[in-house]
């Protein structure tokens, strides 16, 4: 006997699938897209615009460059810059050396444990500097209370939260566990593999974590000020009280800064994805 | 693709390393990844590893690489325990499935990449990067970035840089998984001449049966951690060691039959039934239903109205055509004709008939819905012709 099977219950003809047209899709949401992005620009551009125009006023009720011009020549300022850059330089120093290895290490070997690792570098984000200055005082040594390169130390663990997370963003972009076997089996030790093959293809989350340590280091007040420190965010306040014009000039030059460099890092970031894509299109040619 | 030809491949006279994995076994959780596998490589031999996700081929590939720690037993590279012997120190080359070349360098600083750790002159580097660049048909990509390169020439790289260190053993974690048909063919026969030529011990995992029967001296077929059966590839699909062996390497048709006499009762035909060499004669009952296994070569087609069956698919595979035919039960076998045969068109009733004198039988593993076992070959749904024809 032979089995009689309908053709269409075993293969069902296939419902063409429609998608909506991008057009479509765009105009529903693009109204509030704008309104949304106006509002912020407003929120942020109407602050920056007040300090600058209140920067380059006279008491006369004019407008001069002044306060931009004598920033160097300030008292106190040469010194409270080069502070902060040295402090920087150290903290970054500090920072990736410490968080590198590490999150490389946990990538690698207990990928379980990042969560555990996100709830830990959130730490110094949910405890105020103040009880942490506070903390460190009591047990430092004496030494290390002497030098102004504590302010390193203690910026390290400020910074954590956000060195973590760039390295963090950084290594999931790149097929580690592959790369770190392929340089390994070709002879590659540890030291030479995190140098040669980890690092380069890690410039972007370096990048990212560098530049907001010294984003970092430069807008620090309470902890230098608890120390006793004159860095440039001191230096600010103090000198506020003397000339406020250049006060506020300080911190929009420090401002337009750091903004500077991170335009420079989406830059870098833009060209990677480009070039993600041409590998895209490369590979399925 | 420039291929490489036998004579283009430098001989090499020194040949790879006898490697012997011995009694490994390595537990994952529950999960028992290798269970007592043993398995020794003779030099210059390329073995391929076989089996379904899990089976733990890639393991077992990896604890030879020295990047996977084992529960116990021993790695053995020319009788030198390697066991506890860091990766980095064990001279063996490695293609990874994934794209593994380092994108911050060039094709060329990706293949002289080993040299360099291994201290190699700088001159002396460039130059044998150029020559491996050059076997693998990539000279003029030299200075490209993994990123401009497609992925059958990033592989081409890959294996260049793998080779570059002359290591005593190469190891292909499914190296051609990521590539398109065309370019994998390609690929393998090219990956089959160099390792030929330079005499390199190989292992090479891949679920794809097809890449190992056509690459390898021997495969290896796994299953949860164990062997089994390890043999040439023509010895694996002519005599299969277990129906799991005869299911998984190459297509093969379960039909219900009932053991009647020692023998087996089966499309109208009592045949004997086979025992494969080496394994215990196992007796059945008389009246025991068996799933019969039977390749698409063994069975044949003919038309006859009011036949046991009717033709649902037809296949043309080059040298046959591979019908698909619905039995009585609902049992779909496939069965490959000659093209010169008379061909039975889609719709037709038909007879199918055994052609083999013993056949391989397995316990009743399933209701009768069985149908033909492939991990290789896919049949194609019917056109609207067919489905119209019958």
Redesign the interface.
């Known amino acids: ?3 009689v ?1 309908e ?2 219950a075993i ?1 069902p003809q296939e419902q063409p699938l429609r998608r909506p047209a991008i057009t479509d899709r765009l105009r529903g949401v693009a109204w509030w897209r704008g309104v949304v992005l106006v509002l912020t620009g407003v929120f942020f551009l109407v602050p920056i615009y007040a300090a600058f125009r209140f920067a380059i006023g006279t008491v006369t009720g004019g407008l001069s460059d002044s306060a931009f011009t004598s920033i160097p020549h300030q008292q106190g300022f040469g010194d409270a810059f080069s502070l902060s850059a040295r402090l920087a330089l150290v903290t970054t120093i500090i920072t990736l050396g410490l968080m590198v290895p590490t999150t490389v290490f946990v990538h690698l070997r207990f990928p379980g444990l990042r969560r555990v690792f996100d709830g830990i570098t959130i730490i110094p984000i949910v405890i105020p500097p103040v009880v942490l200055i506070v903390g460190v005082l009591q047990v430092m040594p004496t030494f290390l209370k002497s030098t102004p390169y504590l302010l390193a130390l203690e910026y390290s663990v400020l910074a954590m939260p956000f060195v973590y997370r760039s390295l963090d963003a950084g290594l999931r972009a ?2 580690l566990k ?2 770190v ?9 540890w030291a ?1 593999t995190l140098w ?2 980890v690092v ?2 890690l410039r972007t989350g370096l990048l990212s974590a560098t530049v907001l340590t010294v984003a970092l280091v430069l807008g620090e007040y309470t902890m230098a000020s608890l120390d006793s420190y004159q860095t440039v965010p001191v230096w600010i306040v103090f000198f506020d009280s003397q000339n406020a014009h250049v006060s506020v000039a300080v911190s929009l030059v420090a401002l337009m800064g750091t903004w500077v460099i991170l335009l420079l890092i989406s830059s870098f970031d833009l060209r990677r994805i480009r ?2 894509t ?2 895209r299109k ?2 399925t ?1 | 693709m420039t291929m490489t030809t036998r004579s283009d491949v430098p001989e090499r006279t020194n040949v790879g390393a006898t490697v012997v994995l011995e009694q490994l076994r390595r537990r994952f959780g529950a999960t028992q990844a290798l269970d007592g596998f043993s398995i020794t490589l003779a030099p210059g031999e390329l073995v391929a590893l076989l089996g379904p996700s899990g089976c733990g081929k890639t393991t077992a590939l990896r604890v030879l ?3 996977e720690t084992i529960d116990s037993g021993r790695v053995l590279l020319d009788g030198v325990d390697q066991t506890r012997i ?9 293609v ?1 499935q ?7 360098m060039t094709a060329r600083d990706n293949v002289a ?2 040299l360099r ?2 201290k190699v002159a700088a001159a002396r580097r460039s130059e044998r990067a150029s020559e491996l660049l050059e076997l693998v048909g990539l000279e003029g990509q030299a200075d490209k970035y ?6 059958g020439q ?1 592989q081409r790289v ?1 294996l260049a ?2 080779l570059a ?1 002359e290591p005593r053993v190469l ?1 292909l974690d499914e190296p051609l998984s990521a590539l398109d048909a065309k370019v994998r063919v390609q690929l393998r026969e090219q990956i089959r001449v160099l390792q030929t030529r330079l005499k390199i011990t190989t292992l090479f995992v891949t679920h794809d049966q097809e890449e190992a029967l056509s690459m390898a001296d021997r495969v290896c077929v796994m299953r949860a951690g164990r062997i089994e059966q390890i043999d040439t590839p023509s010895v694996l699909y002519a005599a299969p060691a277990t129906p799991f062996v005869a299911e998984f390497v190459g297509t093969m048709n379960r039909i219900p039959g009932t053991i009647s006499d020692g023998r087996v009762s089966l499309l109208g035909t009592t045949v004997d039934v086979r025992t494969p060499a080496g394994a215990a004669d196992q007796h059945r009952a008389t009246g025991t239903p068996v799933d019969v296994l039977v390749r698409p070569e063994g069975l044949q087609v003919t038309a006859q109205p009011g ?4 033709v ?1 698919t037809t296949t043309f595979l080059g040298s046959v055509t591979r019908l698909g035919v ?1 039995l ?3 049992v779909m076998v496939y069965v490959d004709q000659p093209n010169s045969a008379v061909q039975v068109p889609v719709g037709s ?1 038909a007879e199918v008939t055994l052609t083999e004198r013993d056949v391989m039988v397995a316990d009743r593993t399933s209701p009768a819905l069985s149908s033909a076992s492939d991990s290789g070959v896919s049949e194609p ?2 056109t609207q012709q067919q ?1 119209a024809s ?1």
């Not at chain 2, 994934?98 to 911050?104: A, E, K, T």
């Open positions: 006997m032979v089995t099977v053709f269409d293969f790149i097929d592959t790369l076997e392929a340089s390994r089996s070709l002879g590659g030790r030479s040669r093959v380069p293809n070039r993600s041409l590998l490369d590979t040619a | 690489a020295g990047f860091p990766a980095q120190k064990r001279d063996m080359g490695m990874f994934s794209y593994s070349l380092f994108p911050n990449f080993g750790m291994r993994p990123h401009q390169m497609s992925g990033q890959a840089r793998a260190i190891l036949g046991h069956g009717i649902m619905l009585d039960e609902d009733a749904a019917p489905k019958s």
